[in-house]
């Protein structure tokens, strides 16, 4: 089984900075794709930023240009730098793992970004 922990949210300004870290650990060559997800109050949650299994980033509509996903020690951890944050940014962001035996998901960490 594949775990990820998150760290990094907190409370920050808008037009402030935070940087999300994600750490697998596990069976970690059984992960295919990692990435972001968020989730605000009272709403879905919402893909932001993703490695897919080629190799590839994705990102949201509401996030480029302003996100950036990136890794370190090949699949054992994934960052997210969040700049130009807005309030509309404030949720729980989750890590997200698409492994051979499914999706498994860290335990979430918030970030709220006040006007």
């Known amino acids: 089984q594949v775990q990820l922990v998150e760290s990094g949210g907190g409370l920050v300004q808008a037009g402030g900075s935070l940087r999300l870290s994600c750490a697998a650990s596990?069976?970690?060559?059984?992960?295919?794709?990692m990435g972001w997800y968020r989730q605000a109050p009272e709403k879905q949650r919402e893909l932001v930023a993703v490695f897919t299994s080629g190799g590839s980033t994705n990102y949201a509509d509401a996030v480029k240009h302003r996100f950036t996903i990136y890794r370190a020690n090949a699949k054992n951890t994934v960052y997210l730098e969040m700049n130009s944050l807005k309030p509309e940014d404030t949720a729980v962001y989750y890590c997200?793992?698409?492994?051979?035996?499914?999706?498994?998901w860290g335990q979430g960490t918030r970030v709220t970004v006040s006007s």
């Open positions: 596990g069976t970690i060559f059984s992960i295919n794709a």
């Open positions: 997200n793992a698409a492994t051979l035996r499914g999706t498994r």
